[in-house]
């Protein structure tokens, strides 16, 4: 059924035509929406049988997923930011336990600075804990790959989050086709656990694993990734047979096959980022865009594939390892390794920062001219770093550096420093 609504209302009725059993989840914007939806829908019978858990923190949001999952139910929640780093050591057990608990990432950035606009550095922080990652392009996908992930989780038995840019989705009114209960009972089965505690069939879950089987288990949580791999793009397969669109599977490529330049990115950003290639195209330059979809397992072999016959690779992301420089783009040189295309690194979008179709322009002029840094911070206001830096180097005790820099772009009261 085709209907205007907001994107987290859009992700809740997803969830909830997956029919989860519990729903635990403790409120951090920009994730409330989600399961303020979910909650109303347990309260009015919408959604039976499930139970809705109030939790006083995040790590007990996961830790309730966790337990009801343990004991055969299926267990969804949502969070971001600040959450999730809150919940994590409740994260990774999840992944080692093998729990096929489904959650909505409302993508934040993390503090400090407190800042609660959008980029990827929540999901991306937990990039090896074991979860399969799947990021939204659009809020159609996003209502898409919740349905996929449950489907997904549970024939792995592993955790998956589904990774969607917060406010700029999740608060966001668009056309979206909210899918019939049957189709989405045609595709996903009712929830059969590989494990579950059983008074009848007392096992440990969890148990302490020492180091002459420790390096075996996790391999096998890395063996699970690889099957994943396989599994993705079948089940992206099947739910366009079912449901009538593509949605999900590993990547998407759009206007790749002659590009010369390729730019690879993931979530909300790609719909800029294609506007502005079709211009570019109209002005005869050859550009392509690759949206990864699965960022965990990362699809080295399809990436490899995409990106290979290119000149050059331009990896924007919203996110930044500190000391570093990219997190996508690490991995994207790895499946590039002994390829031709040069690759360039632009971090865009920190915080929320806008991300326009002019800079986009600019940017990519520049790499088609081989000018792009190695390293390239789109729109950083060079004149705010060096004043800072110098400020930092005549004065030992210069201030914090978040207040300073924001009186000087005038966003607080001037004074004296």
């Known amino acids: 059924m085709l209907k205007q609504t907001e994107g987290s209302r859009g992700v809740a009725e997803a969830v909830a035509l997956c029919r989860p059993e519990v729903v635990c989840a403790y409120p951090i914007s920009p994730q ?41 139910a299926r267990a969804y929640t949502a969070t971001a930011s600040q959450g999730l780093l809150y919940m994590v050591e409740a994260v990774f057990n999840a992944a080692g336990l093998g729990l096929p608990v489904v959650m909505t990432i409302a993508n934040r950035a993390i503090g400090a600075p407190i800042n609660i606009w959008n980029d990827h550095s929540d999901a991306m922080s937990q990039r090896d804990s074991g979860w399969i990652q799947l990021f939204a392009e659009d809020n159609q996908e996003a209502l898409d790959l919740h349905i996929q992930a449950f489907r997904l989780g549970e024939e792995l038995s592993l955790p998956v989050m589904v990774c969607v840019d917060g406010f700029i989705l999740t608060h966001a009114y668009e056309r979206v086709d909210v899918p019939a209960q049957g189709q989405v009972d045609a595709y996903l089965p009712p929830y059969e656990p590989r494990q579950v505690l059983d008074p009848r069939e007392p096992v440990s879950i969890g148990a302490m694993v020492g180091p002459d089987a420790f390096a ?4 096998l949580a890395h063996a699970k990734q690889m099957q994943a791999l396989e599994l993705i793009p079948r089940h992206a397969a099947e739910f366009r047979e079912i449901f009538g669109r593509a949605a999900g599977g590993l990547t998407h490529a759009y206007r790749t096959e002659d590009a010369e330049t390729i730019v690879v990115a993931l979530g909300s950003v790609l719909g800029t980022i294609k ?34 016959h290119a000149r050059r690779v331009v990896v924007l992301e919203k996110s930044l390892a ?48 081989d000018e792009l840094e190695s390293l390239t911070f789109l729109d950083l206001d060079w004149n705010i770093v060096r004043r800072e830096l110098e400020r930092e180097k005549q004065q030992r005790r210069s201030g914090p550096i978040a207040e300073n820099i924001l009186r000087d772009v005038g966003a607080v009261a001037s004074r004296a420093v």
Request: charged share 20%; hydrophobic share 45%.
């Open 216 to 219: 075996e288990v996790r391999y």
């Open 275 to 308: 506007d502005t290639v079709d211009e570019m195209r109209g002005e005869g330059h050859r550009i392509g865009v690759l949206s990864i979809v699965s960022f965990r397992p990362f699809p080295l072999a399809e990436v490899r594939r995409i990106l290979q």
């Open 322 to 369: 500190v000391g570093i420089g990219g997190i996508v783009s690490a991995n994207v040189r790895m499946a590039l390794s002994g390829s031709p295309p040069h690759s360039y690194t632009v971090i865009a979008g920190l915080g929320g920062r806008a991300i326009t179709r002019r800079a986009l322009h600019r940017m990519l002029r520049q790499a088609q001219r």
């Open 32 to 72: 409330t929406h989600i399961v303020e939806a979910l909650g109303s829908m347990v309260k009015s019978g919408a959604l039976a049988p499930c139970e809705f858990i109030n939790v006083e923190s995040e790590f007990a949001a996961m830790s309730v997923a966790i337990g009801a999952s343990a004991a055969g």
